[in-house]
């Protein structure tokens, strides 16, 4: 029923929005009263209690409200994973502002973009990545460093009595997205969606309190930040681990019993080394491992068998949480000829055609995605938001085919996604640098299959000088790129040989099929 039937003054329906919402902030407290004694945080041998978890983020809000940050103000921060990292989410998550959580693997010209995107009102940084911050130049900026400088201020505050009432449709996490064109994209996550991406943990892996969670991702990730708010909104232990620790993970693994264990393609067979050669046995798991797609699928069989847990038939998007295809299990010890996707707990999914039809059973299209869980559009981005989001529904970009049965299989992205080792790259970002040294004449990039890190790029390049070598065009990428985006092979091309569409555009797929067909065109 609309809230109009029942209300009509703007005052009586603002109240009724307000009252049915309930923050991060709120759930965490919550199991900070009813679970006091219980373990929240572990970080080697660093035990922090749920109560003394609620004591320092307490002062650290009291902390950032006296550096000026209020509601919807933005906090960026650069950090390994560390328990302090989860305290300025929780601490953001009282007083309503909203942490960009920045990818430190970037270079530094891609971090300025984006921190200057959000422009945020404080800067907290761990010493680790204290050059890279005096790097970025950002003058006057107020700056918190971890450390004995965090300490001192959490012992020296007070508890923040004042804060604001935090609606849960307010941001809480930015979290970056590669763009396909250009530069990265800030995407915006508000307490309704974490909570709601909370709940599809609970319905579709049956995770509740008494199972942990491995924070071994960057929580710059989703993998890292939100599924650790995640855990502790439920009143379950995180686990952290500064980066992936194979021996480390074991222990945790041997000692400890888990809901969900991501895992990548590019770290699992370290992982199993390490439990194997450990002799490491596990405690416990619900499912293991994530997007089966880029993972050779003999390797499914093998890793599920290890863990003694099925294996997460995944699908989802930073924009997304895990929906919208995330609800499927692969069983334990099975090599599946297929991977066909289970439509997520709240969520909806439509696959469109072209001309934004409906495609029928075995037909391909582009999904859309609307739900609880839905990101709140990209920051400072409204002509990409409105591309984005279409008569209800967010575009996902990526390509489904639908079943008959009701599920889906991934297809292809709509343009075209490189996933490697968890990390999304975008051709254009690399043929764009590539074309701007003069003795490039033309580039084309691609994905190719690697058994470590799921999908890696691959160049091909036509000179236009013929002294340019795979060392000049490697130094210009190795200049500007992130390690992760540097092409893994580079391959010289007549330009007249690279295949093009009626509009003179190079045709990506057919570049592709040269990398296992050399003679296809």
């Given at each position: 029923m609309n809230p109009k039937a029942l209300a009509d003054d703007d005052a009586t329906q603002s109240d009724i929005a307000v009252s049915s919402s309930v923050s991060v902030y709120e759930l965490f407290r919550a199991r900070a009263t009813k679970q006091p004694n219980a373990i929240a945080i572990q970080l080697g041998k660093r035990v922090t209690s749920y109560a003394d978890l609620r004591f320092r983020v307490d002062r650290l809000a009291a902390v950032l409200v006296s550096d000026g940050v209020s509601c919807g103000d933005r906090i960026a921060i650069f950090s390994e994973n560390c328990q302090e990292y989860i305290e300025v989410h929780l601490a953001a998550a009282r007083i309503g502002a909203i942490v960009a959580c920045q990818n430190w693997r970037l270079t530094a010209e891609e971090l300025k973009h984006c921190v200057n995107l959000v422009d945020p009102k404080l800067l907290i940084y761990s010493d680790r990545h204290a050059h890279t911050v005096e790097q970025l130049g950002l003058g006057q900026l107020p700056t918190l460093k971890l450390?004995?400088?965090?300490?001192?201020?959490?012992?020296?505050?007070?508890?923040?009595?004042?804060?604001?009432?935090?609606?849960?449709?307010?941001?809480?996490?930015?979290?970056?997205?590669?763009?396909?064109?250009?530069p990265a994209k800030a995407a915006l996550i508000s307490h309704r969606a974490l909570?709601?991406?909370?709940?599809?943990?609970?319905?579709?892996?049956?995770?509740?309190?008494?199972?942990?969670?491995?924070?071994?991702s960057p929580m710059f990730h989703i993998g890292g930040s939100e599924h650790s708010l995640s855990t502790l909104m439920m009143g379950g232990v995180v686990h952290i681990t500064d980066g992936f620790d194979a021996d480390h993970m074991a222990g945790i693994i041997a000692q400890h019993k888990l809901g969900w264990l991501l895992l990548v393609p590019a770290m699992a067979d370290r992982l199993k080394a390490s439990m194997v050669h450990n002799g490491s046995i596990v405690k416990g798991i619900k499912a293991v491992g994530?997007?089966?797609?880029?993972?050779?699928?003999?390797?499914?069989?093998?890793?599920?068998t290890l863990?003694?847990?099925?294996?997460?038939?995944?699908?989802?998007?930073?924009?997304t949480g895990l929906p919208p295809a995330s609800g499927g299990l692969i069983a334990v010890g099975t090599t599946p000829d297929e991977l066909s996707k289970q439509l997520s707990s709240l969520c909806s999914l439509k696959i469109v055609g072209a001309e934004g039809e409906n495609v029928p059973v075995d037909g391909i299209g582009e999904a859309y995605v609307r739900g609880p869980t839905l990101f709140s559009g990209y920051w400072g981005a409204p002509k990409i938001n409105s591309e984005v989001f279409q008569q209800g529904w967010f575009r996902m970009g990526d390509l489904f085919k639908r079943n008959g049965d009701g599920t889906f299989d991934f297809v292809g992205r709509s343009k075209?996604?490189?996933?490697?080792?968890?990390?999304?790259?975008?051709?254009?970002?690399?043929?764009n640098l590539l074309l701007s040294d003069p003795a490039i004449a033309d580039a084309v990039v691609v994905r190719k299959q690697d058994d470590r890190w799921g999908e890696v790029p691959v160049a091909f390049v036509s000179r236009a000088n013929d002294t340019l070598d795979h060392d000049q065009v490697m130094a210009l990428c190795n200049r500007d790129l992130a390690n992760y985006k540097r092409p893994r092979e580079i391959h010289f091309v007549d330009f007249d040989d690279l295949p093009r569409n009626s509009n003179g555009k190079i045709v990506r797929e057919v570049v592709e099929r040269w990398l296992y067909n050399p003679n296809d065109d």
């Open positions: 450390g004995d400088a965090y300490e001192t201020r959490l012992l020296n505050a007070t508890d923040a009595d004042e804060c604001p009432e935090v609606h849960w449709e307010c941001g809480l996490l930015i979290l970056y997205t590669s763009g396909t064109t250009g909570v709601a991406r909370m709940t599809v943990l609970s319905l579709d892996l049956d995770i509740n309190r008494e199972d942990g969670f491995l924070a071994w994530s997007m089966p797609d880029l993972v050779p699928k003999s390797t499914i069989g093998e890793l599920s863990f003694n847990a099925p294996f997460f038939n995944t699908f989802g998007a930073t924009e075209y996604l490189i996933k490697s080792g968890g990390e999304n790259i975008y051709p254009a970002e690399i043929e």
